[in-house]
């Protein structure tokens, strides 16, 4: 993925909290803050999404963590000096997020009236090992996640490296940039209401919760088939091209997101279709590929669908 050296970013979508921090003490999160290996019971139910259920128990029981202090120091002077054109997401890795933000938050602003609503910008917070956020407290173990009840997206920019060591994934600009879009494919669901219709507490391979997670994927899709026109304020695209190599790329992170992969790589190695949340490798994969293909965000309607996959 290649972006357009002249478009324009907008840091003000971000908020920077990286070294803001909660203090000494803070969380004991798994056994006294174990990796994301360590936290595979915590992985399982939130990574890629699981802070998208309607109210502050929306992150798995992350809100019995315990409570630090808010990071108190929210700074994006170094972002917004560092982070003005597509040339700089191009050289930076927190860059080219801000400039998925942009587009992905520019594209939905466009095409969610389309369908009778009103889009409402949510900022993405950037944070380091541990954050407080309305849906509870929560630490960099969790992966990406969305929360509802203050509209914004969480993420410790360290999980990219995640998915490469510990998941094995390709990774990449466009894999980074696919696990934004499904964020952002939550907070589309909580401003068209289809969040508040599950009921989070469920699991299976036919579930809500499953249904809810492939329809975000789904939407990430959408925004990818469209990213190469969605302009910045200059009129620039973001995005000046998509390769094949680039899809392939996201299409292997959502493999490697699968709870069927992560409950045989990364658990005891057998697996229980009864816990799934998010849908299987083949069912994650389908969808993002289904949204890509055609663009159109009524063919992301999982819950009518008769067979995920």
């Known amino acids: 993925m290649q972006f357009n050296d002249d478009a324009q970013l907008d840091t003000s979508q971000v908020q920077d909290a990286r070294g803001g921090g909660m203090g000494r003490g803070g969380l004991a999160v798994g056994g006294g803050g174990l990796g994301l290996v360590g936290l595979i019971a915590v992985v399982l139910f939130n990574v890629l999404g699981g802070g998208d259920g309607g109210s502050a128990g929306g992150l798995g029981g992350l809100s019995g963590l315990g409570q630090g202090s808010n990071p108190n120091s929210i700074d994006n002077s170094t972002l917004s000096s560092e982070c003005r054109t597509g040339a700089d997401a191009n050289e930076r890795a927190d860059c080219a997020i801000v400039a998925d933000i942009d587009s992905v938050q520019a594209f939905w602003a466009t095409q969610l009236p389309r369908e009778g609503t009103r889009y409402s910008k949510s900022p993405t917070v950037f944070f380091t090992g541990q954050v407080n956020t309305g849906c509870g407290a929560a630490n960099s173990g969790v992966g990406p996640f969305y929360c509802p009840a203050d509209a914004k997206v969480y993420i410790d920019l360290a999980f990219f490296n995640e998915l490469k060591t510990q998941f094995g994934a390709t990774g990449g600009a466009f894999p980074n940039a696919y696990v934004i879009a499904h964020e952002y494919g939550h907070h589309v669901q909580d401003l068209l209401g289809t969040s508040d219709r599950v009921?989070?507490?469920?699991?299976?391979?036919?579930?809500?919760?499953?249904?809810?997670?492939?329809?975000?994927?789904?939407?990430?899709?959408?925004?990818?088939?469209?990213?190469?026109?969605?302009?910045?304020?200059?009129?620039?695209?973001?995005?000046?091209?998509?390769?094949?190599?680039?899809?392939?790329?996201?299409?292997?992170t959502a493999g490697r997101i699968g709870d069927d992969w992560i409950q045989s790589h990364l658990g005891s190695g057998g697996v229980d279709e009864s816990k799934f949340t998010h849908g299987s490798s083949a069912q994650r994969q389908k969808w993002f590929g289904a949204g890509y293909k055609s663009g159109d965000p009524d063919r992301c309607d999982t819950f009518r669908a008769s067979n995920l996959g």
């Not at 919760?209 to 994927?217: F, G, H, I, K, M």
């Not at 990818?224 to 302009?231: D, G, K, R, W």
């Open 199 to 252: 009921n989070h507490s469920e699991s299976g391979p036919t579930s809500g919760t499953v249904r809810l997670e492939l329809q975000a994927d789904c939407y990430a899709g959408v925004w990818a088939h469209h990213a190469t026109t969605v302009p910045s304020a200059n009129g620039r695209p973001f995005i000046e091209n998509l390769t094949q190599a680039d899809i392939d790329a996201a299409l292997d």
